[in-house]
């Protein structure tokens, strides 16, 4: 089946690190691959979208990789700051279908 | 008003009545989506709209009906529903090509069902 997988524990990360988050994916062939941030109590906020055929997006403090071989996105806040806390969600596209993972949060600690 | 709004925010309803979400958008999009976000689970794609016809229907049970007047506007009508239905609703908006496009979502509607 497929499957999207993000990690359930929260990431604490002291202010001023990078913060990196995983996305795999299972029996999928995404054309495209996308990021989100949610706040409690609000509707996710869009942030980058990532191509199959990119390695590499930036926007920002932001960056987000994009492996097909491996079935990865790996996805960076550097320089974190407090207000980057919050529940980041990975969503694909492929095969005609748009779905979502559960979503990893991140606090950051001043 | 800006962006995607949804009315009401919060509803309370007993398993006999039937209400209605309302999401209207500003943006000038024309494919427009129903979600279902439950605690510890994945945001559910319910419907989907593209130019005002539904392309997506993903086993939604048939107490929840989506109406799409125009290309701004969308509604969830609710009716007999269950407990486990109580979650948060999302509406969302995007240019037609789904997908390729980045989702502008709403805030969403708290729905619990007694």
């Known amino acids: 089946s497929q499957k999207i997988e993000q990690n359930s524990e929260a990431l604490n990360i002291q202010e001023g690190k990078t913060a990196t988050l995983t996305c795999n994916y299972t029996?999928?062939?995404?054309?495209?691959l996308q990021w989100y941030r949610q706040d409690p109590g609000r509707g996710p906020v869009f942030l980058l979208l990532?191509?199959?055929?990119?390695k590499e997006k930036r926007k920002e403090r932001l960056k987000v990789t994009f492996d097909t071989t491996l079935k990865q996105s790996l996805f960076h806040i550097t320089a974190s700051q407090p207000a980057d806390s919050a529940t980041y969600l990975c969503s694909l596209y492929g095969n005609n279908r748009l779905a979502f993972g559960k979503g990893n949060q991140v606090v950051v600690i001043p | 008003e800006t962006g995607v709004t949804q009315t009401p925010r919060h509803l309370v309803m007993g398993m006999t009545n039937k209400k209605s979400l309302k999401c209207e958008q500003h943006?000038?999009?024309?494919?427009m989506y129903w979600y279902k976000q439950s605690a510890k689970k994945p945001l559910e794609l319910m419907f989907v709209?593209?130019?005002?016809?539904?392309?997506e229907n993903n086993s939604v049970p048939s107490r929840f009906s989506p109406e799409c007047p125009n290309s701004s506007h969308l509604f969830l009508h609710l009716h007999t529903l269950q407990p486990e239905d109580s979650a948060l609703y999302l509406c969302?908006?995007?240019?037609?090509?789904?997908?390729?496009?980045?989702?502008?979502f709403g805030p969403g509607t708290r729905l619990t069902v007694t």
């Open positions: 029996n999928y062939s995404p054309a495209y």
């Open positions: 709209y593209s130019l005002e016809e539904r392309v």
């Open positions: 990532i191509r199959e055929n990119e």
């Open positions: 969302a908006s995007s240019h037609a090509r789904r997908g390729v496009y980045e989702q502008y």
């Open positions: 943006l000038g999009h024309n494919a």
